[in-house]
């Protein structure tokens, strides 16, 4: 007598889902450095508010007894703004360093320093904080002596903030714009517009320097206008669309 035992014809194996889901590791470096350019694009720009009563008149700031909230707030905002600014170099360089070495140097060493020159103004702005909860009210030359050292963090904020934001922004726009551009990973005219935009806000900035007119001024958000659309239009290409095309490491 013969026994004959069916046997359920073999599945094949079938992708898992977590593996059909994975992300191609340049999307994730494209995503990762698109979000944080838009992070750092969206965290700047409310300091410019939020530090304004502080940095207009820091001896009228430091002797009332005003809410701090606003200055704390805009500048755990710069913090962001700075570890944002160094994760956009760290995450697109293993893919500008096989386009240009010295391109994907440059731009890390020089986002470092732009995100340092930032802190340093968070320091300054936060002493003056310190020294309006400490000598608030204060008066004759205990005042006097307050409002100049009030004066003089201010003022190095706001040579920070020229220096950082400024002239080193033009010098990063340099470094990544030709990057961009010499490996065509995005569209030419977004790094087209940096590179234009580059030499204008360094040109801003010399003029500053020299007097001519201020950073905040109407001719100073004109020339800053291009680096601010590029780094824009790069953090939405970046997000949304990813890398055009990655040189072979």
């Known amino acids: ?5 069916d046997t359920a014809p073999a599945t094949p194996p079938t992708a898992s889902p977590t593996a059909r889901r994975t992300m191609d590791p340049m999307r994730r470096v494209s995503l990762a450095a698109g979000v ?22 820091p001896t009228g700031y430091i002797s009332s007894a005003g809410s701090n909230t606003p200055v704390l707030w805009g500048s755990w905002l710069e913090i962001v703004t700075a570890a944002a600014g160094i994760g956009t170099a760290v995450a697109l360089y293993p893919v500008t360093r096989r386009i240009s070495r010295t391109a994907a140097i ?65 010098v990063n726009g340099l470094f990544l714009g030709y990057a961009m551009y010499k490996g065509r990973l995005v569209p030419r005219i977004i790094p087209t517009v940096g590179l234009i935009g580059a030499p204008l806000i360094l040109m801003s900035a010399s003029a500053t320097i020299f007097g001519l007119w201020d950073q905040v001024s109407g001719a100073g958000a004109l020339c800053a206008l291009p680096i601010a659309a590029w780094e824009f239009s790069l953090g939405v290409w970046l997000t949304v669309k990813g890398f055009r095309s990655v040189p072979a490491a």
């Open 1 to 5: 007598m013969t026994t004959q035992t």
């Open 36 to 57: 944080l350019y838009l992070i750092t694009f969206v965290a700047s720009f409310p300091q410019l508010k939020l530090f304004a009563h502080l940095i207009d008149d």
């Open 106 to 170: 440059g731009f890390v060493t020089s986002r470092v320093v732009e995100s340092a020159l930032i802190l340093v103004g968070v320091v300054c702005v936060l002493s003056v904080v310190t020294l309006q909860g400490h000598f608030a009210g204060a008066t004759g030359a205990q005042a006097d002596a307050v409002g100049v050292t009030g004066e003089a963090l201010v003022a190095m904020r706001q040579w920070t903030f020229l220096v950082g934001p400024g002239v080193i922004a033009g």
